[in-house]
């Protein structure tokens, strides 16, 4: 289990940022993913880092990864270059409860390397777009420069179907969009929150204050779904460092409801 | 004329809840104003005597800084209220520059006209008041959360 | 069924286990304590020996009636050699290698009922899930163990108020208990499995046990059952700890703690490891290894920018509360069997059932 797959070929690369890069990886054969689910991807002689999959989960023959340089890892995979092979093991962790959200509005609240994460997500709600009343994406950044996907943002924001409102912590002479936090774009959408269901990726800090925002208008608990972050190793539940009070996040998350989560989260050093 | 206003003050997220005996009283107070796309609805420094509205379009609370060119900290659009310093005091100026990024349809009310009011009803005072002090906490935590720049690299 | 076999039938048991090609593993006197190490027959356990333990207080002492099994729990336990300290799991070279176990399959010799439950722990955690872990499982595959019922219980014990002990109830092939006073030296055998039948059959001095013989040794395990040194509060623990993740008793247990890790490096059912890439000079040749690890450690908890549990107080809160109660959310079981180790190694003699009854008389 531990690197006896066959790797697979990064077929290209595409700058998204400054500091952030989406691999398209082409597996040895077709390969099916779950919103919200991850990969770990192995940098040669480096080390190996839970990687979210952030395209189309009905494209199963190359499959993208979005990466935000962080550390040596991370440094070595946004620096490969296409044709190399890279050592792929997943896809592990649990997903976005789309089926929870059927029916209702389905809110989703991205910010910063949250995005890529949520994506498959909103590919796959779009795909079965009649199962979901409103579709809102929510999504912030720290400046104009940071965001990602920006021209599929803007494709996104074309459709009727879709509301899609975007802000930065910090705007420049260029930007002409909103400047705020994210918790208070929650204020700013039309939805129902009895019957709404949100899923949320950020930093802990904007998770925190995001939730309130949404428990406030209504949203219930058991609704409202984070993916977190601990140190990961094994992705198999074995080592011991991805430990968020009784869950396993390679195992028992990423995505995890509110309701689970509600003692722990505002916990320090948990 | 102000008898037309009331209707967009009741219908302001800003007055929700608020007894409609009031209206007339805060209509006295108000006019209708619009500001065309990279106009400035107000200056930093500049004396703070009304506060707006805003029905329509988005607003850019701007701060210049040399070699940096302008930084927009917040933008404001419908629904939202620009301007709390008419009712604090000692602080009757602009913080900001009030860049229109859309343009803006707004009710815009008289500072002065309505702190005489206030002054007259303490009960209407004390509804602003509660309705600025949300307005003011909300801001701040806002404010707070951009600081703590939770995007950026760690370390 | 229930047999008696002497010193001599003891040596034919072991003989009869390597006949069958086990490798023998057993406890052994080194570095000034009782230790795991492999064996090849009786004369290599530590016969007349003990040992005195307490918080922070381990010391060998002589005994004189010559008992094989006459200590209680040594520093180590049978996850020195299921769960090893530091393994490979994979090299390039050749090709999708790993450390395996070819070699023959282990016999535990003198293994106690806390250290069955820790092993029945351990087996939950590397086999239960969804992705068993293989260099375990090879090592666990076929494993025989001969376990002993403990004759005494050390200070720093509490496996009764845990259910863990002091009589093995399950997991064991052979289950003995030394009997050292009238009658002579003898152990009584029970067994647990078919397979340890069969071993019983190939050992000539064998004998069903009488009565006599094993009435004797059921007052033994009730003699240490009620000589347990500590214990942990019958009170339900994941309440407990959930409820109390801000208590100040955590501020006075870190004002000891030296986050040395001692006590998940004692612990028979830590399982923390820390998987790390390292490749040759040349960029060549890539292996990936991995050591145990202790969420006392900084690097436990990083994730890019820092660690999440940077004070003594946050580590030690995470260690006892995943032990005695996120582990049961985890994996189904506490993850303290009542050994005592955390306590003896301890080298500030933090105890953990003294804490647990401090954050209870103050809730």
Known sequence: MWADTEPWRLAAARRESADTVTLGLEPP????????????????????????????????????????????????????????????????????????????????????????????AIYQALR????????????????????????????????????????????????????????????????????????????????????????????????????????????????????????????????????????????REI | ????????????????????????????????????????????????DMFLLIRDGMLALEVAAPGR?????????????????????RHHRWQFDGRVIERIRAVELDGACLRGKCAADPELGYELMRRFAVLATDRLQATRLQLLDVYGHVG | MRYVLDLGGLGQLLAALRQRGFRLIGPVVADGA???????????????????????????????????????????????????????????????????????PFAFIGVRSCELHAIAVQDRVFLGGQHPDPLYAARRDGAFIV????????????????????????????????????????????????????????????????????????????????????AMPAVDLRDLLYGNLEHPRWDDVAARCLTCGNCTMACPTCFCFSVEDVTDLAGRAAERNRSWDSCFTLDHSYIHGGPVRTSARSRYRQWMTHKLATWTGQFGTSGCVGCGRCITWCPAGIDITEEVAAIAADT
Request: aromatic content about 8%; some cysteine.
């Open chain 2, 1 to 48: 004329m102000p008898q037309t206003l009331e209707p967009l003050l009741r219908g302001h997220a800003f007055f929700a809840g608020l007894d409609p005996e009031y209206l007339p009283l805060i209509a006295g107070c108000a006019k209708n104003t619009v500001f065309p796309a990279g106009r400035f609805a107000f200056r930093e420094g500049d004396p703070a």
């Open chain 1, 29 to 120: 054969a077709p390969f099916v993913f779950d919103p919200g689910q991850f990969n770990m991807l192995y940098a040669a002689g480096i080390g190996e880092v839970p990687i979210s999959i952030s395209g189309d989960p009905g494209q199963r023959t190359r499959i993208l990864h979005t990466i935000r340089d962080v550390g040596a890892v991370t440094h070595a995979l946004c620096a490969t270059p296409p044709g190399t092979e890279i050592g792929v093991r997943g896809p592990y962790g649990s997903h976005w409860p789309l089926h929870t959200a059927e029916g209702g509005d389905l809110i989703i609240v991205a910010g910063g390397i949250g995005l890529p994460p949520l994506r498959p």
């Open chain 3, 34 to 104: 009782i230790c795991y190490g492999e064996i090849t027959s009786a004369a290599d356990l530590p016969a007349g020996w003990t040992d005195e333990q307490d918080g922070g207080t381990y010391r060998l002492k002589r005994r004189d009636d010559g008992a094989l099994f006459g200590y209680n729990v040594g520093p180590q336990s049978p996850k020195k050699y299921l769960f090893p300290a530091s393994a490979t799991l994979w090299r390039s070279h050749p090709p999708g290698t790993a450390d395996t176990d070819d070699e023959k």
């Open chain 3, 147 to 230: 376990a002993v019922n403990c004759g005494q219980a050390a200070r720093t014990c509490f496996c009764v108020s845990m259910s863990a002990g002091p009589k093995a109830d399950a997991g064991f092939d052979l289950a003995l208990t030394e009997l050292t006073g009238e009658g002579g030296h003898r152990f009584l055998a029970e067994t647990g499995t078919p397979r340890g039948e069969e071993v019983i059959a190939d050992t000539p001095g064998a004998q069903p046990a009488s009565p006599r013989d094993a009435t004797a040794a059921d007052q033994i395990i009730e003699r240490t059952a009620a000589q347990m040194g500590r």
């Open chain 2, 69 to 89: 060119g302008p930084i927009t900290v917040q933008t404001l659009t419908v629904g939202d209220v620009a301007g709390f310093s008419w009712l604090i005091e």
């Open chain 1, 128 to 267: 079965h777009r009649d199962r979901y009343q409103r579709l809102v994406l929510l999504y912030g950044a720290r400046t104009p420069r940071d965001l990602l996907f920006t021209g599929e943002l803007a494709r996104w924001r074309g459709r009727f179907d879709l509301t899609v409102e975007v802000t930065v912590d910090v705007g420049d002479r260029d930007w002409r969009g909103n400047v705020g936090v994210v918790p208070d774009l929650i204020g700013r959408v039309t939805f129902e929150p009895g019957t709404a269901t949100a899923f949320m990726v950020g930093p802990e800090i904007m998770m925190r204050f995001t939730v309130r925002a949404l428990l406030e208008r209504g949203v219930p608990e058991d609704r409202v779904f984070l993916s977190m972050e601990r140190n990961m190793q094994c992705a198999a539940a074995l080592c011991g460092h991805c430990q968020l009070g009784p869950f396993l996040l390679c195992r028992d998350g990423p995505v995890l409801s509110y309701r689970q989560l509600a003692r722990w989260i505002s916990l």
